[in-house]
């Protein structure tokens, strides 16, 4: 079974800049989900869909960052304009709908951003 | 709100010396509480988890952790550690009603010395 795929998986730009990550979930899972991981933290959520709804994005910054579902199957989240503090790995996951309920998230390898 | 606290942002063992990595959680409801491990250059994978029953759960590779309610614990151990075990190990939490996020602590590095 083909795991989460995320691309670019690396990518340096300057602040101010825009960029755009994908994400392709295990086929099935209903629920997506993007992380954000700084370097020496814990991974906070950004925004979870169900299929293509938004369920929450209470900690998105909506100011700069997007992300949009679609079709209910991939992902794609956008920073515009970049900061230096946008600089993290940006990790995708995905799950059953019973995935919700047991916590059981695959991981994508992630999407490492450095804004310079 | 839920939080997660991990003790050590780095615990170092000795290859076949016991791996002792401590998480506090705080909830408003009964936890669902996980570990999750992430290696180098890699995405985060499930290693164990606790819902509801038995409060001693185990998990790949040898892991397992107890759900201790009274210490608000899910502490995570293994009996002799492999220079394999070498990562990055996260404690989560999350309420036990339907929809509901993880949220996850700021992780233990695990070093495994020879």
């Known amino acids: 079974e083909a795991g989460v795929a995320q691309s670019p998986r690396y990518k340096i730009i300057e602040k101010r800049q825009s960029v755009a990550f994908w994400c392709n979930p295990i086929?099935?899972?209903?629920?997506l989900y993007w992380y954000q991981q700084i370097l020496g933290q814990g991974p906070k959520l950004l925004i979870q869909f169900q299929n293509n709804g938004v369920v929450d994005d209470s900690q998105l910054p909506k100011d700069r960052f997007s992300a949009e579902r679609l079709k209910g199957v991939d992902s794609t989240l956008k920073i515009q304009p970049a900061k230096l503090e946008d600089s993290a790995v940006y990790l995708c996951?995905?799950?059953?709908?019973?995935?919700?309920?047991?916590?059981?998230?695959?991981f994508g390898e992630g999407s490492r951003l450095t804004v310079l | 709100a839920q939080s997660v606290t991990q003790l050590g942002s780095h615990v170092s063992v000795s290859e076949g010396a016991l791996v002792l990595l401590r998480c506090n959680y705080s909830?408003?409801?009964?936890?669902?509480l996980f570990w999750y491990v992430q290696y180098p250059n890699q995405g985060l994978q499930l290693l164990l988890k606790y819902t509801t029953g038995a409060t001693l759960v185990k998990g790949i590779n040898g892991f397992e952790a107890e759900f201790k309610k009274s210490e608000t614990s899910f502490h995570l151990t293994k009996p002799s550690a492999h220079m394999s075990d070498a990562a990055e190990y996260f404690c989560a939490v999350s309420d036990s009603g339907a929809g509901n996020m993880l949220t996850f602590g700021g992780g233990t590095r695990l070093m495994v010395k020879p």
């Open positions: 086929s099935g899972h209903a629920t």
């Open positions: 909830s408003s409801v009964p936890p669902y």
């Open positions: 996951a995905s799950s059953t709908a019973g995935g919700i309920n047991t916590g059981e998230l695959f």
